[in-house]
T-cell receptor, first 111, second 115 residues
């Protein structure tokens, strides 16, 4: 059974700090990996999508990397802001049918 | 910007009522999904569809049913709601027929409270 793990479960940092969120997966035969943001009571907003042939993707202050051989992805957030406070989830697609989600990292950026 | 819509956003109903949660997407995606999520908890897949007239149960047992008569529409129905059905229901879609696709898009969710 494919498993996706996110560490840490929660993170609190002061504003302006650079931070890294981790996502690991047990089976390296992925099709793609996606990072999401979820605000309380809302749906998930797609942040970055990395195809299996790619090593990283960037959007603004966000950079996501993918290392299939080690079964890991990281989401790097530069110069964090209070508005970045949310839960961040990663999801792995192994075939075209199902996505496997991690349990998320709850981020709090303190002003 | 994702074009996937869920209604109602919030619903409070009594036990035993029949409810339908609506989900529509305008992107022409072939795959659609329903997830259930309790506050602060993981997402659980309850139903998915590969295309019109194709539906499958997900990993979490659910008393709900779904239909996919049109590509853009994937409603979820509870015939007799119970307090244990209180949760947030998230609809999502993705495209699998184009190389390099597979990005998952979510609606805003429907928060159901059964009294």
């Amino acid at each position: 059974k494919q498993e996706v793990t996110q560490i840490p479960a929660a993170l609190s940092v002061p504003e302006g700090e650079n931070l890294v969120l981790n996502c690991s997966f047990t089976d390296s035969a992925i099709y793609n990996l996606q990072w999401f943001r979820q605000d309380p009571g809302k749906g998930l907003t797609s942040l970055l999508l990395i195809q299996s042939s790619q090593r990283e993707q960037t959007s603004g202050r966000l950079n996501a990397s993918l290392d299939k051989s080690s079964g890991r992805s990281t989401l790097y957030i530069a110069a964090s802001q209070p508005g970045d406070s949310a839960t961040y989830l990663c999801a792995v697609l192994y075939n075209f049918n199902k996505f496997y989600f991690g349990s998320g990292t709850k981020l709090n950026v303190k002003p | 910007e994702a074009d996937i819509y869920q209604t109602p956003r919030y619903l409070v109903i009594g036990t035993g009522k029949k409810i339908t949660l609506e989900c529509s997407q305008t992107m022409g995606h072939d795959k659609m999904y329903w997830y259930q999520q309790d506050p602060g908890m993981e997402l659980h897949l309850i139903h998915y569809s590969y295309g019109v007239n194709s539906t499958e149960k997900g990993d979490l047992s659910s008393e709900s049913t779904v239909s996919r008569i049109r590509t853009e529409h994937f409603p979820l129905t509870l015939e007799s709601a119970r307090p244990s059905h209180t949760s947030q229901y998230l609809c999502a879609s993705s495209e699998s027929r184009v190389a390099g696709a597979g990005e998952l898009f979510f609606g805003e969710g429907s928060r159901l409270t059964v009294l």
